[in-house]
């Protein structure tokens, strides 16, 4: 458990999915009141794997959501979870990058939802 100021920014990239998961998210739960958020395409494809897997983006209060990804397929159902779950959203930046070596490969045909 962390405490972080309200003021805050927070970069979020470069996480292995296998290890990291659970940290991930549980970083981001703990940063509902952070107003700038920052999240990489390695973030993003977490993401989108617990999206797959029938967890959604934990609930967030940022006002501002600055994405860096490639925009790959499977960058989507973690984008858009994090949409999902930003109600508080007022400015939206998507840093279009060249894609960097792929760091692991989702394969959406053999993911599945977890009930």
Not at 82 to 110: A, G, N, Q
């Amino acid at each position: 458990m962390f405490q972080l100021s309200s003021d805050c920014e927070v970069e979020l990239d470069g996480f292995n999915y296998e290890e990291y998961q659970g940290m991930l998210r549980e970083i981001l739960e703990n940063l509902p009141h952070v107003k700038k958020l920052m999240i990489g395409q390695w973030c993003i494809q977490v993401l989108s794997i617990c999206e797959m897997r029938g967890l959604p983006s934990p609930m967030s209060n940022c006002h501002h959501l600055i994405l860096d990804t490639c925009l790959n397929s499977w960058d989507f159902p973690g984008i858009a979870s994090l949409l999902r779950c930003s109600s508080d959203l007022e400015t939206l930046v998507i840093d279009i990058t060249p894609p960097r070596s792929t760091k692991f490969v989702f394969d959406v045909k053999s993911s599945r939802k977890i009930d």
